[in-house]
């Protein structure tokens, strides 16, 4: 007789509530119930001991979905080669142990020679590890072209001698052969006048996301009616909010198809900024519980020295200085950061700007909603993980639960 694991009186994201989950043995969600709001004791169920975790009103999620990172243990995901395959590999594990159950590596500009060696090696190493089905590895979901089509106005660290035109032209070379892994792609919507870009990415499957753009509001609207569904990192490289110029950001916070992803790392955004923006996505008639969909999500837009410590790390020909998580270029210019994406999650419960269920639905299901994942819900595997709270400091932990 199949028998399943049960976890009790838990809160999930997003929701109202305590809830009974039971998972199957083959490792799936099988049943998710709400316990009318209290919780149960454990003496009023049915379960063997050894079956039954309580986790006595902790939260419980999926793991993180990271859709911006460009490297992990002193490896930048343009940087690879061949010789790199066990080391993507071992990223994977790493970032599984970071909590995440999913990323899309992120290509950011570089020469198309560079991009077409990188997809090849992800391509390889994505399907062997579908076909090892390591269940400790977190998922090679497809890849983030961060560029190289971007506004050189809006560069940031992108080099500007690899930046490309945006024609369809330019495309098809630079997808050359791997257009099936790229799910997302990030532009400068406003580089093509003729609008043919956005609609043939779409026809592809990819998710075009605009960023590095000083795009206004009109040619963002027109971009997101052509098929744009995302913002890459809101606030940075693009205008700023202005009351009588909204620009990119502006029509994308009006526009309720339109996810935007958002560092909270502290430093890429300020947190008066970061409480403004979520409140935004909030909306006034939601609970602090709620996540609307698409709304915002969280990425961590992490570079290679992600898993190491501070210190002077090399990025493409130039030298990032990492101090405190937070890398910059010898000019001072912000490049990225060293922390996790699960940090993000702590620091919005920790500067008071969500409570803890909001901020780990904005790691958890809405990059998976961004990207067109399923969340939380019976058939999925059950990748969870459980975070407690203590009012004590705002401290939210997390630990991976096995089943």
Request: charged share 15%.
């Amino acid at each position: 007789m199949t028998r399943f694991k049960t976890i009790h009186n838990a809160r999930l994201p997003g929701q109202d509530g305590f809830y009974t989950m039971t998972i199957s043995d083959d490792g799936k969600i099988q049943d998710i119930a709400v316990t009318d709001h209290r919780t149960i004791p454990i003496s009023d169920t049915h379960d063997t001991p050894d079956a039954v975790l309580d986790v006595q009103g902790d939260w419980v999620s999926l793991g993180g979905i990271d859709l911006q990172i460009n490297g992990a243990l002193g490896l930048a995901f343009p940087d690879l080669t061949d010789q790199h395959t066990a080391m993507l590999v071992k990223i994977a594990q790493f970032l599984w142990q970071e909590g995440i159950d999913g990323f899309l590596p992120t290509l950011v500009t570089t020469s198309i020679d560079n991009i077409h060696r990188a997809l090849a090696v992800i391509a390889s190493v994505q399907q062997q590890m579908t076909m090892a089905e390591d269940s400790e590895s977190a998922t090679i979901l497809g890849v983030h072209l961060e560029g190289p089509c971007l506004n050189p106005e809006k560069r940031g660290a992108h080099p500007n001698e690899h930046l490309q035109p945006l024609t369809i032209d330019g495309v098809q070379t630079l997808l050359g052969n791997y257009a099936s892994i790229v799910k997302v792609m990030t532009l400068a919507s406003e580089l093509d006048p003729t609008g043919d870009v956005i609609p043939y990415l779409r026809s592809l499957g990819i998710t075009v996301s605009l960023g590095h753009s000083q795009a206004t509001a009109e040619q963002a609207t027109t971009a997101f009616h052509l098929g744009a569904t995302m913002v890459t990192h809101a606030f940075n490289a693009m205008p700023a909010l202005h009351h009588r110029n909204p620009g990119l950001l502006g029509a994308a916070l009006a526009h309720p198809e339109v996810s935007c992803g958002l560092i909270a790392d502290g430093q890429h955004v300020c947190t008066t900024m970061l409480d403004l923006l979520i409140r935004i996505n909030r909306g006034s008639q939601c609970s602090a519980t709620h996540v609307p969909d698409p709304g915002i999500f969280l990425v961590s837009d992490a570079l290679s020295p992600l898993g190491l410590p501070d210190g002077t790390y090399p990025w493409d020909t130039r030298q990032i200085q990492v101090q405190h998580g937070t890398a910059r270029l010898d000019d001072g210019t912000l490049a990225g950061t060293t922390h996790a994406l699960l940090v993000g999650v702590q620091n919005l419960v920790m500067w008071g700007i969500c409570e803890p269920g909001e901020a780990i639905a904005l790691a958890t299901i809405a990059p998976r909603h961004a990207i067109g994942l399923p969340g939380l819900k019976p058939g999925q595997p059950a990748n969870l993980l459980r975070w407690s709270y203590q009012d004590v400091g705002r401290s939210l932990t997390w630990q991976r639960i096995t089943v």
